[in-house]
């Protein structure tokens, strides 16, 4: 059975650093299109960085250039390194893995995605 198990939240000033991983069992991991969502009490769930089988990197407008998204192909794992850090980066971060047909454009629809259970990030001013 598929699994998906995040882990690196917690709390930071603002200007902080954190680094998420999300560790993957039961998939062909390198296989399918895998990436983090957050989401904040009242607003919906927002993609903000994935990474598909051939290595391209979707990142959205709100933390390009202080997120990067890796993957580790040997451990089954991705990675959501967070730089400069701001108080609107609050929030729940889960891991999701596009079930097939897995893309990209799937993946940041949701249209079937699994999830992981989810991890608080806090960033105080």
């Known amino acids: 059975q598929a699994q998906l198990v995040e882990s690196g939240g917690g709390s930071v000033q603002a200007g902080g650093s954190l680094r998420l991983s999300c560790a993957a069992s039961?998939?062909?991991?390198?296989?399918?299109?895998m990436g983090w969502f957050r989401q904040v009490p009242g607003k919906e769930r927002e993609g903000i960085a994935a990474i598909d089988s051939d290595g391209s990197t979707y990142y959205a407008d709100s933390v390009k250039g202080r997120f990067t998204i890796s993957k580790d192909n040997t451990k089954n794992t991705v990675y959501l390194q967070m730089n400069s850090l701001k108080p609107e980066d609050t929030a729940m971060y889960y891991c999701?893995?596009?079930?097939?047909?897995?893309?990209?454009?799937?993946?940041?629809?949701?249209?079937?995605?699994?999830w992981g259970q989810g991890t608080q990030v806090t960033v105080s001013s």
């Open positions: 039961g998939y062909p991991y390198t296989s399918y299109c």
């Open positions: 999701a893995v596009a079930r097939p047909p897995s893309t990209m454009a799937r993946w940041l629809a949701s249209l079937d995605n699994a």
